[in-house]
Each structure stands twice: as structure tokens, then as C-alpha cells.
């Protein structure tokens, strides 16, 4: 695994990012922007539903199809003088990518951002090969001079402030900027990367779309960093997981529309590219390589399980930042390459279930991930279905399984359960101070963070019966 | 066994269903772009002019818009752009037929693009009413750097040559050969990678100006 779940644990990575006053601050700055641009995004294009029914349904046919799709991409791209690898594993897709650099003799690497690269480790096997990378998306270009990985797929330094920021790019960059605000910033970044950019050996970017009918990838920026990073090196290399394939040009256009405006709440990104094949004869510019590494690393196994649906995900991080969870702990403490709701559900994919259960039980099961998500996957589903597979797999641990079955049994049991509940309810109303619970033995965790509503005298069942009686009577 | 046809078998071994004829998978995705009206925005204004849709997207976005009767009239406009940013007269010029015969008059312009280039002047290949974008293919008169190193992008688009549709563009591409890159611009440079806050010029260009001609002519 390229991304063994870090220790401490889950729990003890929440509890850290919980108390991280900034860190709290940082992801709120980010997150309440991105959620107030996506609502006018979609409430400015009443079309929204309908393209998003579309959307679901062109990738649903891609995903019925992926070999035939898999096929005419790999025809038409070789085609066009591109190389296109196969890779089975995180291991493989490394692989092959470090010998591509390795037999070019490259020293400096630039790449745009990817998170099918962050998946694959590709940043740890350059460095492990002695190859210089210069990270060229700026966020990227954040926590590399941090020496982090991304909490968020949209916004890798979401959980940075500004003044963090500042800081990083004072120790990193040769002159410093000379205020902090973010216009400052990024022209010292602009400035520190120019260089790079134009002595590059080769330029690695992902894809958001491989056109099957062309064979050309597409990448999408709002910096202009990707173009900058494929045009001048001599080799272009794409590492691309197999399901971002689409028919055609048209049927990328239609997921465009939705994943820009899911993701940033813009109308088109800035930079909508389509890349294939190495230059042609006589270009004024352009790679004179290029190379697609088609990456599987648990998908095909994804295709015949219940979380074939979560290959529909075209990567806009909408769900993360409608996430309750998310909002409080941020990406970081998920411990997996891709945070929040869909990271919740590909991180036991990826890194197996055994060292990520805990992932789909930090879910609350309030819906909105699925609500916002732009191709309708069944999030709260899916995550359900990982905690099943955990209790099957004998996963959870003893107390909880103790604890369920003592339930089991009351639940079984109407009249005892009655009984219990309300012996429940009263006892919880000792603890109680006005109408809430600031306190309560056995349950710190929930406290420590939130009061607790201090229940009526009553259970629902009492009052529910009291109630009808009451209606009976004046009936 | 390759890993390609391990690949393609697990997909094939994960299928529940027969694998159907390459003509009824082309014929379903096809189907799947059935009434693309009912999927994408309509134009501001609804039935009006392209040139006017397309000014008003491009403009939200950043990007500033100037209307000349005919490309003869662009060096005496690009001087003017470059005296109103306190730029020097002095300019990177894309190697397209279109500008070959002008009288660039007191500009001196170049083809060879400096790290830091200030300006550079290119010809939009279409633009697309819908977003406001601008398309650009690569080519040997059509150097792909010429719309990312420099900070102000200057593009002339002919009026004639805007679409409606982010659609109508892909079916001028399924038309053609693919250049190796088509390339949509739709605004200045951007980023809100720190705290989300906007900001231009992250890595291309800050500024983009477009000039609408009627003809090239």
C-alpha cells in the first residue's frame, strides 16, 4: 500500500485536528466560500437536475462499457503517436512511471496537480529515484515547501491560513514576498516556478477526461499551471485511473459543465484542455513524448461489488465540503489520499477496511453529500455497506458488538425495552442543567464538544399514547 | 498474462450482462446527447446577438472586450492597450497568416516568447458563446505558450466564428483531425487556492483582452 493509514489512530487524528483552533479557521474560510459559489452556480442554471440525470448516465454507460471504451482510447491515442501503459497496482503505475524518467535521464520533474498521482505515491517513488519534483499548481507548490500531503482534492492547502502561507513562502522562496496578503503570494509564486516550468525534463499531469473517440486526455485548470507543465518538457507523461473514460469530446463537455460547477461554482474552468498525441511535425511547440499510464488499482474490483457506483465520481469535492464531519476535522485526519465522504468510501478500497473502518462510521448520515453530488452517488448507501461488510468481517470491536446485542436482546423484548427507556430518560435528567446535558458519565466524547438536549420526563412511546388518548377523548 | 489483459479481463469477468455489438454501445452513447438543450444553459440574451452573449460571459469572468471593424485596425489598438497598462511597445506576435501584412506602426513585435513575456497578440481559432471561452488549437503557426507565459493576453476573435454552444464546438472538433492541443480559455489566469480567495495571474496570464472583428480581411 502506498498510503498505509498513518498512526495515531482515526480518534486520536480527529481529537488533534478538533482542538486545532486555525486549522478550524482555515478549512471554514475555504469551505463556506465554496458552498455559497456552487449554490448560485446551480441555482443560476435551472438546467442543473436534468444535466445531472445526463451526467449519471453517460458515466453508468461508460462504466458498463470500460473495456470497449478502454480499447478505442488505447487504438486512437496510439494513433496518435502516444504510448499508453497498463498498471494493475499503485506498485505498477510507480513503476513505470519512474522508469520513463529514468531512461530519459531526467533531473527535474514538474507536475499538475492529481490526485490519481497523490493515490499512486508517485511524489514518494521520484524522490525514492533521486528526481527532482517541482510541484507546479499552486496549492501543491504550498505543501510541497510544507512537506504535506493534500486535505482536500479541489483545494490541497485548504488547511492552510494565509498567514501560514506567508510564512512557507519567507523560508521558501528566494526573495521573499513582501506582504502577505494573497495577491502578493501568488505573484511570488509565479515568479519562483517560471524557471521550473521552461527547464522541466518532463511534465507529469493527470486527467479529469480520456476521450475514447480521440484519444486525447483533458485536463482542467484555472491556473494555467497544467499547459505550462506539458508544453515545454520533451516528455509529457498521464497517469489516469481507467474510469475517467468518456465516449466522445460532447459527452466530456456535458460532465464539464457539472463538475466545474460542483467544484468551484465557476461555469467552465479557465483552462480546458485537450492533449493528444507527442507534437506534431512542424509545431511551434509541444512534447516530443508523450505517455498514458492507465491505472486500475482496485477498480476493476469495484465493478462487480456495491461500490460500483462510486466509480461514477468525477472528483469535484463538493461532497467534502458540504460534510459536517469534514468541515470539523478537515482532510488530513481521514488518513487516506482522498478525504471526506468519497474518500470515506474509496479509502478501504484503496488501503483495505482492516486500518480505515472507522472512516464510514465518522459519517452522521445527514445526506447532503449525496444531495450535492453531481452524478448522484448513493454516498450514506455505500458508507452503510462498509460498515455491514466491517460487522461481518468481525471488524468492530468487542464492546461495541457486546453493546449491540444487549440492545438486540431489549429490542426483541417490547415491554422490557419500554421499561428501559424509561429508566433511560429519567436517569439522563439528573445530569441535566436547564434544557441541556453539558456533562455525562460514559459519554465525554459526545460532551466534550457539544451539549447534549436534556430529554422530557417522558419516552416517545408515553407521550405518543397520552397524546392519542387525549385526541380519543375529544373525538 | 499482461496487465492490459488483466485489466481488461476483470472488467470483463465483473459483467453480469453479454457484451453488446460496438454499433449498439455507439448508438446508446449517442443517444445519451439526445436534446442537449434541455442540459445546458440558455444565452443572455436568449435570441440576440453571439457577439452580444458572448461579451457578457466574458466580461463576468474578467475578461476585458473591444469591437473593431477589421483586423487592419488592431496596431493602433494594441498601442493604445499597451500605453494604458504603462506597458513598453513591444510585443510577442503569434505567426499566423492573418497578421503578416499589417503596419504594426511604432510597436515592435517578435515571435520568440521571453520567460516573463509582458504581451502577446494571437488568434482565436473560435470562441464559444455559452461560457465565454475562447479556443485555441496548436499548430506550426500556433505555439501553445503563446496564450500561458505572457502576463497580458491579447486575442482576436472574428465575430463570425463564434458558436453557440459548448456542443456545437465539439462537433466543428469531430469534424477535423485533433490538433495535439485544443485548448479552451474562458478568462484570465486564476486561483483561490489560498483561504479562497481570488486572485489573478496565479501562473498565465492575468489579463486577457479580446478583440472582436468583423472580419480578418
Redesign the interface.
Known amino acids: 500500500m502506498s498510503h498505509p493509514i498513518p498512526q495515531p489512530s482515526f480518534k486520536a487524528r480527529a481529537e488533534a485536528a478538533l482542538a486545532d483552533r486555525t486549522l478550524k479557521l482555515?478549512i471554514d474560510?475555504?469551505t463556506?466560500?465554496?458552498e455559497a459559489k456552487r449554490a448560485a452556480a446551480v441555482a443560476?442554471?435551472p438546467?442543473f437536475d436534468?444535466?445531472r440525470r445526463?451526467g449519471r448516465?453517460?458515466k453508468d454507460?461508460v462504466i458498463?462499457?470500460?473495456?470497449?471504451y478502454?480499447?478505442q482510447f488505447e487504438r486512437n491515442a496510439t494513433a496518435?503517436g502516444a504510448k499508453v501503459h497498463?498498471?494493475?497496482t499503485d506498485a505498477?503505475a510507480r513503476a513505470i512511471v519512474t522508469r520513463i524518467c529514468l531512461d530519459a535521464d531526467a533531473k527535474l520533474v514538474t507536475r499538475a496537480k492529481s490526485m490519481l498521482g497523490e493515490e499512486i505515491g508517485l511524489p514518494h517513488a521520484l524522490a525514492d529515484a533521486g528526481i527532482e519534483r517541482v510541484e507546479?499548481?499552486?496549492?501543491e507548490h504550498?505543501i510541497q515547501l510544507a512537506g504535506e500531503a493534500p486535505s482536500h482534492i479541489i483545494?490541497?492547502?485548504m488547511h492552510?491560513?494565509?498567514e501560514q502561507?506567508a510564512e512557507l513562502f519567507r523560508a521558501g522562496h528566494q526573495p521573499p514576498p513582501a506582504a502577505e496578503d494573497?495577491?502578493t503570494?501568488?505573484?511570488s509564486?509565479?515568479r519562483a516556478?517560471?524557471?521550473k516550468?521552461?527547464g522541466a525534463d518532463i511534465g507529469i499531469s493527470g486527467a479529469n477526461f480520456l476521450v475514447a473517440?480521440?484519444?486525447?486526455t483533458c485536463t482542467v485548470t484555472?491556473?494555467?499551471?497544467a499547459?505550462?507543465t506539458t508544453?515545454?518538457p520533451r516528455i509529457h507523461i498521464v497517469t489516469a485511473g481507467?474510469e475517467k473514460i468518456v465516449?466522445?469530446?460532447?459527452?466530456a463537455?456535458?460532465l464539464?459543465?457539472l463538475l466545474v460547477r460542483s467544484a468551484?461554482g465557476?461555469?467552465?474552468?479557465?483552462?480546458?484542455?485537450?492533449?493528444?498525441?507527442?507534437?506534431?511535425p512542424?509545431?511551434?511547440?509541444?512534447p516530443e513524448e508523450m505517455h498514458i499510464v492507465?491505472v486500475?488499482n482496485g477498480r476493476?474490483?469495484m465493478?462487480?461489488d456495491e461500490f460500483r457506483e462510486m466509480l461514477r465520481c468525477i472528483r469535484c469535492g463538493a461532497c467534502m465540503n458540504h460534510c459536517v464531519v469534514y468541515r470539523q476535522i478537515g482532510g488530513h485526519a481521514y488518513g487516506g489520499t482522498y478525504p471526506g465522504p468519497m474518500g470515506s468510501v474509496l479509502t478501504p478500497v484503496l488501503d483495505g477496511l482492516a486500518g480505515s473502518r472507522d472512516l464510514p462510521n465518522a459519517c452522521t448520515l445527514n445526506g447532503r453529500c449525496e444531495e450535492v453530488c453531481p452524478v448522484g452517488i448513493p454516498l450514506p448507501t455505500l458508507l452503510r455497506a462498509w460498515r455491514s461488510r466491517s460487522w461481518r468481517e468481525g471488524l468492530e470491536p468487542g464492546t461495541l458488538r457486546a453493546g449491540l446485542g444487549v440492545w438486540a436482546m431489549l429490542a426483541r423484548r417490547p415491554a422490557l425495552y419500554r421499561l428501559a427507556s424509561r429508566i433511560g430518560v429519567r436517569a439522563l435528567r439528573l445530569f441535566g442543567r436547564g434544557g441541556w446535558i453539558a456533562r455525562l458519565p460514559l459519554a465525554g466524547g459526545w460532551t466534550r464538544y457539544r451539549d447534549m438536549p436534556r430529554p422530557p420526563g417522558r419516552t416517545f412511546m408515553d407521550q405518543y399514547r397520552r397524546t392519542r388518548a387525549q385526541k380519543g377523548g375529544r373525538r | 498474462m499482461?496487465?492490459?489483459d488483466?485489466?481488461?479481463g476483470?472488467?470483463?469477468?465483473?459483467?453480469a450482462t453479454p457484451?453488446?455489438t460496438?454499433e449498439a454501445?455507439?448508438a446508446?452513447?449517442a443517444s445519451?446527447?439526445d436534446a442537449p438543450e434541455?442540459?445546458?444553459?440558455g444565452l443572455a440574451p436568449a435570441a440576440g446577438d453571439l457577439a452580444d452573449a458572448f461579451a457578457r460571459?466574458a466580461g463576468a469572468?474578467g475578461t476585458t472586450i473591444e469591437h473593431l471593424p477589421d483586423i487592419a485596425a488592431i496596431p493602433a489598438a494594441l498601442r493604445r492597450y499597451l500605453d494604458t497598462h504603462g506597458l513598453p511597445a513591444s510585443l510577442a506576435v503569434q505567426?499566423a497568416a492573418e497578421f503578416a501584412g499589417l503596419d504594426w506602426g511604432g510597436v515592435a513585435i517578435h515571435r520568440d516568447l521571453a520567460?516573463?513575456e509582458p504581451a502577446a497578440l494571437g488568434l482565436a481559432l473560435c470562441g464559444i458563446a455559452e461560457?465565454g471561452?475562447l479556443v485555441v488549437h496548436?499548430?506550426?503557426?500556433?505555439?501553445?505558450?503563446l496564450?500561458?507565459?505572457p502576463l497580458h493576453h491579447i486575442v482576436v476573435l472574428r465575430v463570425d466564428t463564434l458558436l453557440p454552444h459548448?456542443?456545437d464546438?465539439?462537433?466543428l472538433?469531430?469534424k477535423q483531425a485533433?490538433?495535439?492541443?485544443?485548448?479552451?480559455?474562458?478568462?484570465?489566469?486564476?486561483?483561490?487556492?489560498?483561504?479562497?480567495?481570488y486572485?489573478r495571474?496565479?501562473?498565465?496570464?492575468g489579463f486577457l483582452h479580446v478583440i472582436l472583428t468583423r472580419s480578418t480581411d
Open positions: 482555515a474560510r475555504t463556506g466560500t465554496a443560476a442554471f438546467e436534468a444535466a445526463r448516465a453517460i454507460h458498463a462499457h470500460l473495456d470497449h478502454l480499447e496518435a497498463w498498471a494493475r505498477e507546479t499548481d499552486l496549492a504550498i483545494w490541497p492547502a492552510r491560513t494565509r502561507v494573497p495577491a503570494m501568488v505573484q509564486a509565479r516556478l517560471r524557471a516550468f521552461l473517440d480521440t484519444g486525447a484555472n491556473e494555467g499551471n499547459e505550462l508544453t515545454p481507467i465516449p466522445s469530446t460532447a459527452h463537455f456535458a464539464l459543465r468551484t465557476g461555469e467552465l474552468t479557465q483552462y480546458t484542455t485537450f492533449h493528444c498525441g507527442p507534437k506534431r512542424g509545431d511551434a511547440d509541444g492507465l486500475d476493476t474490483r465493478l462487480g | 499482461t496487465a492490459r488483466d485489466i481488461l476483470a472488467i470483463r469477468a465483473a459483467r457484451a453488446r460496438a454501445i455507439a446508446e452513447a445519451l446527447l434541455t442540459t445546458r444553459p460571459k469572468l505567426p520567460p516573463d461560457s471561452s496548436s499548430g506550426p503557426d500556433a505555439p501553445v505558450l496564450s500561458f507565459l459548448l456542443e464546438y465539439a462537433a472538433m469531430a485533433s490538433p495535439r492541443n485544443a485548448i479552451l480559455i474562458t478568462g484570465p489566469s486564476g486561483t483561490t487556492d489560498i483561504e479562497g480567495s486572485v495571474g496565479a501562473h498565465g496570464p
